[in-house]
């Protein structure tokens, strides 16, 4: 994909939700194993110093801004970008589709037993798809598991490993996998079997996702600390822009 929006070096796609998912339906007819993935803030700052995961984003046919804070990093930089596309509201709609279409999902993650909760769900929300496979996110050889989706064949594997596991995994696995396209996906499994909450409706409209995860879970706050470190980096390039 060309043509993308710089954010402190990561390219991002300028796209409205009716644009990626129709992006990522058009890669799901094409052969070959493809990628996509989600950056936050965080994402972005740590491709900063991990070159593999740096690798893993450029190589993505899809990157979607997932999170207020690249929205607002690319209108400082007097590049806004066309919308926020996170990946939870992003995979409930693409899964809507492939429902309709009869498609194939694999579900690639979490904790044992969280992606079979989510399959469930995923059965009962959107009838027509088909929940090829699962596996929890706790392997320690990739192997078996890349035969297991690989039997499984299916259309859209989620990859829900947390960053920047799931983004090296899929860099490291695309070549080895029979699917079409995959997806970084980090706590959305958890999110459909119910094990995490999102934030409430008045918190997502306030653009405050992150606050509540924080809230929920305050050991995120050393992780959350690269949000500051990316604002001011931001702010900073563009001052010497003038
Ligand atoms: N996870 C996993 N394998 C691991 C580490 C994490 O499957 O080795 C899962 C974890 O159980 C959780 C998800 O990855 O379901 C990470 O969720 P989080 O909300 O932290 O995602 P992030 O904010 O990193 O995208």
Redesign the pocket.
Known sequence: MTDRTDVLGVGFDSVTMEEALERAMTLMEEPGAKWMVTPNPEIVWTCRENEKLKKAVEGASLVLPDGIGVVYGAKILGRPLKAKVGGADFAAKLLGIMGQKGKKVFLL???PG?AEAAADKMRELYPGLIVCGVN???FKDSGPVVEKINEAAPDFLMV????P??EEWMLDNAPALNVRLMAGL??T??VFAGT?KRAPQWMLRLNLEWLYRLCKQPSRIGRMMKLPAFLLAVIAQRLRKG
């Open positions: 993650g979490s904790k969280v929890d996110g706790y829900c490993l947390g960053a596991k799931q980090g706590g499994l958890d995490a």
